[in-house]
């Protein structure tokens, strides 16, 4: 399959936008934009993030401890900045540590998670990395959004177990799996 085809499946699933940071061999802080992120299980509570294998915030992590940034719906110019190469993202922004002093982009994020990394997985030219959640905080703000190439902003006053602003259609019965795990179809 070509990149550019698998970059337009991949643009038809939107997420949330991320930065992932950690310190650097000096102690400096690295990050970078990420919106491959996803939950493992919740025991140990463990996430997956993707990172260029390249990159100094992939080099950064392998010292054994990450943060996770879930930025906010008004954050669209951190995901920029920190996407942005050769750029010294943070003296740009203000940023804090975490427990365990990884940074932590308070005034940005919907959610901030620090993390141990529990196992790496080189993949083409990007690691998935496994990190075991030991910190959050949530501040009340709703998310950023990325899909089909463009931001978007979780519509206002929306919060966790609200109806979305917008349904495309009704909500659709889930379909249950039978043991054998095979759908009989009627015909």
Do not use: I, Q
Request: proline share 10%.
């Amino acid at each position: 399959m070509a990149a550019d085809d698998f970059r337009d499946l991949m643009s038809r699933f939107p997420s949330g936008v991320t930065v992932v940071t950690a310190r650097g061999p000096g102690g400096e802080p690295v990050g970078m934009t990420c919106s491959s992120v996803a939950s493992v299980c919740t025991d140990p509570p463990t996430l997956l993030v993707c990172l260029r294998s390249d990159s100094a915030t992939l080099a950064a992590v392998h010292t054994g401890t990450f943060g996770v940034n879930m930025l906010d719906r008004d954050a669209r110019d951190m995901s920029e900045l920190f996407s942005a190469r050769d750029v010294d993202r943070f003296s740009a922004v203000s940023w804090e540590p975490s427990p365990a002093g990884v940074p932590w982009l308070p005034d940005h994020s919907a959610a901030m998670a620090e993390c141990r990394v529990r196992a790496t997985h080189p993949v083409g030219d990007h690691t998935v990395v496994l990190g075991e959640v030991a910190h959050t905080v949530t501040s009340g703000r709703p998310p950023l959004l990325y899909g089909m190439r463009r931001y978007a902003r979780w519509p206002e006053g929306a919060g966790p177990g609200d109806e979305p602003a917008v349904a495309d259609g009704p909500v659709r019965k889930r379909r249950t799996v039978p043991p054998d795990g095979v759908r009989k179809r009627s015909a």
